[in-house]
C-alpha cells in the first residue's frame, strides 16, 4: 500500500467522525442519499415512512386519558419533491375528520414547504392506533430539468419532520430526509467514464479523478459519483498533470489507479475498474472482565465499527477474535 493509497484510507476513516451525526443513527431517522438520475428510477414504495400516532409509554395515545395527541409537520428543501401524509385505521371518512389545512385536505393529504398543525384524532378504544404513511413522489422531468439548472454540480435535500405533543409535551419524533445529488452525469450523456465492474449490491460508488479536463487545466481529487458506468466528464491527454482514479464504494475495497494513460482528447475514452471485496483486518480484543455482558458489548462495537467503516466506504472489515485474559 502506497502513501497516497494509505491517505485516501485515513480520509476515509477520519469521514466518520466529520460527517456522521450521532442522532442520524437513531431508528426514528431515515436518510436516503442518491443520484438524481437514479432516484428517478426507484420505486416511490422504497420512500415510505410509517408512523404510528401517540408513543410508547402510559397514557399517550388516541382515547387514553390526558391531553389528546397533536402532530406538527415541517417540510424544507428544494428537490423536486412531493410528499404526501395519509392515515390507514382511521375511522370515518379519515383525513376529513382531522383539523388542518384545507389545501392539505384537498389535496389529498399532499404537503407544502413549511408548518403543518393536524388535530383532531378520535379515541380508537379497543382498537389499533391509526397510522400515518408518508410517502415521498417525484418528477422525472422536474428532475432532468433541474440536473441541466444546477450544471451537475453540487446537491439538494428535502425534509420532513413530524413530531408528536400530548398537550405541551413532545412524545415522539420522525425525521425523513433525501438528498440529491446532482453532480452524477447520467451515462448516456457523451463523456469519458469509469467503467465499475464487481460493485456489490450497485452501489453508489465514489470517483475521484486527477488528470486534464476539457478546459485544459489539471483536476486533483474531481468527485464522480454512479454504480456502474461513471460519466467523468472530458478528459484529455495527460500533459504534466498527475493522472489517478480512486474509487470508493460500499462493501468493496477502495480501488487505486495510479499513472492513467488511457485518456485521449476525443470522448469515449473507459478506464475499466474492477472492485474487489472488502479488505479483512484481524483485530484481537483483550476482556478483562469474562462475563457475557462485557463480550456482548466488544462484539457490538466491533459490529458498529464495520458498519461506520462501512457506510463511509473505507473499505475494510475487522475481524475480530475475543480473548478473555
Not at 160 to 177: A, F, L, M
Not at 191 to 203: E, H, I, P, Q, R
Request: proline share 7%; glycine share 8%; aromatic share 8%.
Amino acid at each position: 500500500m502506497n502513501a497516497r493509497t494509505i491517505a485516501y484510507f485515513l480520509l476515509s476513516v477520519g469521514f466518520i467522525v466529520s460527517s456522521h451525526d450521532l442522532s442520524a443513527q437513531r431508528p426514528k431517522d431515515f436518510i436516503w442519499r442518491y443520484c438524481w438520475f437514479e432516484y428517478a428510477k426507484l420505486d416511490p414504495e422504497v420512500f415510505k415512512i410509517r408512523v404510528p400516532v401517540g408513543c410508547e409509554v402510559i397514557d399517550c395515545c388516541p382515547g387514553c386519558p390526558g391531553p389528546p395527541i397533536d402532530w406538527r409537520i415541517k417540510v424544507q428543501g428544494e428537490a423536486p419533491i412531493r410528499p404526501t401524509l395519509n392515515f390507514e385505521n382511521m375511522p370515518g371518512n379519515g383525513l376529513q375528520n382531522l383539523d388542518m389545512d384545507a389545501d392539505m385536505k384537498q389535496s389529498g393529504g399532499t404537503l407544502k414547504n413549511g408548518t403543518t398543525t393536524i388535530r383532531g384524532f378520535k379515541p380508537v378504544k379497543g382498537q389499533r392506533p391509526p397510522v400515518g404513511v408518508l410517502q415521498f413522489l417525484s418528477d422525472t422531468n422536474t428532475l432532468a430539468r433541474m440536473a441541466e439548472q444546477k450544471k451537475y454540480t453540487g446537491e439538494s435535500s428535502f425534509e420532513v419532520e413530524i413530531e408528536q405533543d400530548n398537550g405541551s409535551t413532545p412524545v415522539s419524533r420522525y425525521i425523513g430526509v433525501i438528498i440529491i445529488r446532482w453532480d452524477c452525469l447520467p451515462p448516456s450523456l457523451p463523456s469519458d467514464k469509469v467503467d465499475l465492474d464487481a460493485n456489490t449490491f450497485g452501489d453508489d460508488a465514489v470517483v475521484l479523478v486527477d488528470g486534464r479536463n476539457g478546459s485544459g487545466n489539471c483536476i486533483d481529487d474531481a468527485m464522480f459519483r454512479g454504480s456502474n458506468l461513471v460519466n467523468v466528464g472530458s478528459l484529455l491527454t495527460i500533459g504534466s498533470c498527475r493522472s489517478e482514479v480512486s474509487v470508493f464504494s460500499d462493501d468493496n475495497a477502495m480501488e487505486l489507479f495510479p499513472n492513467v494513460n488511457i485518456w485521449t482528447d476525443p470522448l469515449g475514452d473507459v478506464l475499466p475498474s474492477t472492485l474487489h471485496p472488502l479488505l479483512h483486518v484481524p483485530v484481537r480484543v483483550w476482556l478483562r472482565m469474562g462475563d457475557a455482558a462485557t463480550l456482548a458489548r466488544a462484539q457490538a462495537d466491533i459490529a458498529n465499527a464495520n458498519l461506520l467503516f462501512n457506510t463511509n466506504q473505507a473499505g475494510v472489515q475487522f475481524d475480530a477474535t475475543f480473548t478473555n485474559v
